[in-house]
């Protein structure tokens, strides 16, 4: 009798060590799997919600693909990449930033203009049918702009303000923005009078709903040429697709819906 229940417990304990290292081995499995299946999309702050709507009709379209996006200012993605950051396709709000991921050679492939973006003047308190002059307004006492160093619609920006001579006159009252998302963030809330931030974001629906903006014309500030590329990531061939989706023609109405130019694409 003790035999055969030394027998049971011995058959009890081998079934039960097969069932937990069984269960970890497919739990590992799954965790790795869910690590792997994604796209990583590094993109700049003004892309936000275009690429969410880029993201959803792609998705839709290609059952089972999965994307994941990151936002920031080009500079500091830019040097996250740089530094070793498991991305697999950047789109930049800049030129300028790719050449810099392709002197690291962090990339796979040549750079593509995928769109091209406009600067705009916002406020939710002030009229802006003076255009740039509104900046001078002595009751503006804070003017939100993103850092030019950073952020290619800082640069434009403060170039358009030193072009009209209005800089000089303005800079003791500019807060610097780590980002144009920033930037109007600033804005939004009270913490500054006026933002120069990107077309799209003053189109969003939650800007639009709280105040208004001025477009910054071709002669005041230039288009920005907004570059992406193919990085040496895990996914490169799923990263390229996706790139190539969003660059196609079927995505430029998208694209105007959120006040960028795509001409130059094609």
Same mark, same amino acid.
């Given at each position: 009798?003790?035999?055969?229940?030394?027998?049971?417990? $011995?058959?009890?304990?081998?079934?039960?060590?097969?069932?937990?290292?069984?269960?970890?081995?497919?739990?590992?499995?799954?965790?790795?799997?869910? /690590?792997?299946?994604?796209?990583?999309?590094?993109?700049?702050?003004?892309?936000?919600?275009? $690429?969410?709507?880029?993201?959803?009709?792609?998705?839709?379209?290609?059952?089972?693909?999965?994307?994941?996006?990151?936002?920031?200012?080009?500079?500091?993605?830019? /040097?996250?990449?740089? =530094?070793? +950051?498991?991305?697999?396709?950047?789109?930049?709000?800049?030129?300028?930033?790719?050449?810099?991921?392709?002197?690291?050679?962090?990339?796979?492939?040549?750079?593509?203009?995928?769109?091209?973006?406009?600067?705009?003047?916002?406020?939710?308190?002030?009229? $802006?049918?003076?255009?740039?002059?509104?900046?001078?307004?002595?009751?503006?006492?804070?003017?939100?702009?993103?850092?030019?160093?950073?952020?290619?619609?800082?640069? =434009?920006?403060?170039?358009?303000?030193?072009?009209?001579?209005?800089?000089?006159?303005? %800079?003791?009252?500019?807060?610097?923005?780590?980002?144009?998302?920033?930037?109007?963030?600033?804005?939004?809330?009270?913490?500054?009078?006026? +933002?120069?931030?990107?077309?799209?974001?003053?189109?969003?629906?939650?800007?639009?709903?709280?105040?208004?903006?001025?477009?910054?014309?071709?002669? %005041?500030?230039?288009?920005?040429?907004?570059?992406?590329? $193919?990085?040496?990531?895990?996914?490169?061939?799923?990263?390229?697709?996706?790139?190539?989706?969003?660059?196609?023609?079927?995505?430029?109405?998208?694209?105007?819906?959120?006040?960028?130019?795509?001409?130059?694409?094609?």
């Amino acid at each position: 009798m003790d035999r055969l229940i030394r027998f049971g417990h $011995l058959f009890f304990t081998i079934f039960t060590l097969l069932l937990f290292f069984g269960c970890k081995k497919e739990s590992g499995h799954q965790k790795n799997s869910t /690590q792997n299946s994604f796209v990583s999309v590094a993109a700049a702050a003004n892309l936000r919600d275009v $690429l969410e709507e880029l993201k959803k009709l792609y998705i839709t379209e290609n059952p089972g693909k999965k994307i994941e996006l990151t936002f920031g200012s080009s500079g500091l993605l830019t /040097q996250q990449i740089v =530094n070793g +950051a498991p991305f697999d396709l950047f789109l930049s709000a800049d030129s300028s930033f790719i050449e810099k991921i392709k002197n690291e050679n962090r990339n796979f492939g040549k750079a593509e203009i995928y769109a091209l973006g406009k600067v705009a003047m916002w406020s939710s308190a002030f009229d $802006l049918s003076e255009g740039l002059q509104t900046s001078l307004n002595p009751e503006i006492k804070k003017i939100a702009i993103a850092d030019p160093e950073l952020a290619p619609y800082g640069k =434009n920006t403060v170039q358009a303000l030193k072009n009209t001579g209005i800089y000089p006159k303005i %800079e003791h009252k500019i807060v610097w923005a780590e980002n144009i998302g920033q930037a109007a963030q600033f804005a939004a809330t009270g913490n500054a009078d006026l +933002a120069f931030i990107a077309l799209s974001t003053a189109m969003s629906k939650e800007m639009k709903a709280k105040g208004n903006y001025y477009l910054l014309s071709e002669n %005041e500030a230039a288009s920005i040429p907004q570059s992406g590329i $193919l990085l040496k990531g895990k996914k490169q061939t799923e990263a390229k697709q996706f790139f190539d989706f969003i660059r196609s023609r079927k995505t430029a109405q998208i694209w105007q819906k959120y006040g960028y130019q795509t001409e130059i694409r094609h």
